[in-house]
C-alpha cells in the first residue's frame, strides 16, 4: 500500500494529492501509479535468471489498454480468456507471439481471430476443444500451437470462489487422462503441441502449492520425454496473492526463485501469468461520503461508490483498506458501515471501519488496482467510473467517466 502515501496530509498517488484529482476529475474514480505497476512487473522479471521466461499479465485483472502498454513496453506477455481481451493487447501494443489464451470455453470465432493473429499458445483445457482447435486450423491451413492444462488437484488454501486447481473444479484436464491427451495431441495433424500449463487459483499466500503443482507437471513432462513428446514450455498460471491489510506474503522474487528452484534441472521455458501481484496495489478507488445515516444500531457512510464499481467485498467478502484522504478530521471515531446507494444489502465496500467522518470527505479505497474495474457493471444504471493514470507529477484519464447516453448505447426502441 506504499504507493499511496500522506504527504502533508493529504493522500497522495506518487507525487499528486488526491484532493487535486477529485478537482479535476470528480468521483468515483480508480486511480493507478504507473510506478507501482513497472516496480512489480521488474521485480518478477529481474529474479528469473534465465532468458527462458516469459510473464504474461493476466488482462482480467485490469484491462484497461493504457496498463497494458505500460506492460508491454516492458517487454511484457499477456495471458487472455477471450477474443476481447486480445483486441486490447494489440491496441495496446502488445506482441501476439508472446500471448497465451486460457479459458474453458473459446468460441470458434475466437479460435480463428487468436490463429489470425499468431498468438504464441492457446492453453487447451479438454479433448473437445482440442479437436475443435484441429478442425479449425486444419480448414484455415495453419497448425495451433498448443499447450494443454492440466488440473494438479492441488489446495491452493484460498476463496473456494477462486480455487481452480482443484479435481472438482472446471478447470483443465484431468490428470488421470493428461497423458493419453497428450499422446493423442501430438497425432493430430493441425496441432503443434509446445507446452503444458496449470492455474491453481488466485490470492494465494503460500508458496508450496505452486511448486507441488509444478512438480507435478514436471513429473509428466519427463514421463512424456520417455515417450518422445518433447514440450518447450511449462506455465505454471497466476495466483501470488498481495496484502490487503497486514497479511504477509511471498514476495515476487521470492516466487520466482521458488518455481526455479523447483524447475531446475529442466531446459524449459517458464511462463508465469500474474495479475493481482502486478496491478491490485497499484490502484486505488476514490469516493465521496454523500450522507452520514447513524441509526440507534448502526452508523452508515453511504458513498458515491458501490457494489457495481467494486464488487470484491460482495462477492468474495474481500476485505480492502479504506481511509481518509485528508488524514485530519475535527469529527469525532465512530465505526460505520460504508455501503453504496445501490439497492441491494450486499452493497457496502466496507464494514465496521471507525474513522472520522463528515460529509463530503473523501476516501480512499485501498489494493482496488486488480478485479476492481475489470468486474466492473452499470448495474443500477450507473455509469462507470473514471480510470486515471498517474506518472510522477503528470495525470492522464485513461478512461473517460461513462455518460448517461453510454447508457444506453446499442440499446433500441
Ligand atoms: N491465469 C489464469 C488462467 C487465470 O484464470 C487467472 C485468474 C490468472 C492467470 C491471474 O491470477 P492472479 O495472478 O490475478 O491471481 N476476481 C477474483 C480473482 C479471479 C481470478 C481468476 N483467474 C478476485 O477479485 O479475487
Redesign the pocket.
Known sequence: MSDFTYKNGQLHAEDISLLEIAKRHNTPCYIYSKKAIQTKYTEFDLAFTSNQHLICY?V??NSNISILNILAKMGSGF?I?SSGELFRVLKAGGSPDKVVF?GVGKRLDEMKFALEQNIKCF?VESKSELLKLNEIAESMKVSAPVSLRVNPDVDAKTHPY?A?GLKENKFGISFELAKDIFKQAAKMSNINLIGIDC?IG??ISELSPFQDALQKLLDLIDELTKIGIQLRHVDI????GITYKDEVLPTPSQYVNAITNTANGHDLEIII?????IVGNAGILLTKVEYLNETPFKNFAVVDTAMNDLI?PSL?N?WHEIKRVTQDSDAKEKTYDIVGPICETGDFVGKNRTLPLTEGDLLAIFSTG??GFS?SSNYNSRPRAAEILVDDNQVYEIRERETQEDLINGELL
Open positions: 493476466a482480467k485483472a495471458d480468456v486460457s492453453n477462486i481452480t492455474h488466485s490470492q498460471g497466476g495466483g501470488l501469468e500474474p495479475g493481482r501481484s470484491r468474495y474481500g486488480a478485479y468486474m
